[in-house]
């Protein structure tokens, strides 16, 4: 199979490990793994892939996933088409641009729209597909458009609303469609003030968040207010914040519950940040998925409430 899919794709690796492909720094093998250095790349190892009938994943800086011990019996295609541009007050981005890098330039350019995201880890790709957001801001608030491919190798110009975006999602997410660029519109500000925002942002981060060790971001998505139990609304009120609605962020309520340190393997829940799950060494993917289950279920025993996983499972 090698031999047939190097031909289609030049410079295609077999038995890549893809823990250093990850913030979590946690994986087994993928079977093949392409760099896709430009757009023309993207779709040529999408349709090698699809021709041989194998099954591709796409992966971006790797901060929102957990890639399982196995490995993945596959093609990984690495998003690393890097080029961006700013014009005026709109800014295009290759899905592979890292978004720190677009946040420091609008900062420099002294245009505003990104700042909510200093310190976001991730390329312009995995933001987009999941609409990341912080400190009450998302992609989806700035963004104009999108070039993706669709399920059949077919190239799609995308608007803002076509994008569906929601909480942690978009149409990108649902229908598996691989992002190949964005614009965002961002506006004329005051630079000082913009890059200061965006450096509140990466301070705060680095005091609250355990950014000392491997870490995948929050393991949940915070919980809907309108999802918690009445009898509960009293006790979770003070730990409320609108991001973007109404939501009892997740650490509160895993902290809450006392398991904050909870150990398995070379896994643990954070003792700075409850949502976060680190990687003290040498952790495995089994030890995380133990470890999610657990909270999970102690969750659900001690509040009544389902918590949803943030992360992407390999
Ligand atoms: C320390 C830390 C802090 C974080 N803080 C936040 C936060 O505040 N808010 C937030 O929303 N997230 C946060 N995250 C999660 C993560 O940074 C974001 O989800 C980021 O946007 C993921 O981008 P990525 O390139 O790393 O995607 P990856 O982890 O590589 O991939 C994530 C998913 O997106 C898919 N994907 C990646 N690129 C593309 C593409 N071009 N087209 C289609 N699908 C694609 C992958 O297949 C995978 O399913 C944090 C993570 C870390 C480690």
Redesign the pocket.
Known sequence: MIGKLEKLLPGVCKDVPLAPH???QIGGKARYFFVAKSSRD?LKAAGAAKKLRISF?????????LISDQGFNGLVIK?LNTKYQILNTRLYAE??VS?PAIVLAAGKKGLAGLEW?G?????????????????GG?VKDSLVSVE?VDEKGGIRKLSNKECQFSY?SSI??HK?????SAVFQLKKGNKKLIEEAAQDHIRY?KER?P?EFP????IFKNCDLKLIPLKLQDFVKPAVKVDPFPVVPTAFLVHQAGLKGLRQGGAQVSEKHPN?MVNLGGARAKDVRTLIEKVKRAIKKRFSVNLEE???F?
């Open positions: 990850t913030t979590f993207i994943f796409i992966l971006g800086e790797g901060s929102n996933v998003i899905a592979g978004f995201a310190g976001l880890p991730g390329t312009v790709g995995g933001a987009v597909r999941g609409n990341a957001g912080a400190f998302e993706c942690r990108f997410k598996k469609w691989i992002v190949l981060r968040h950014l870490n995948a971001g929050s976060y943030e992360i992407e390999l």
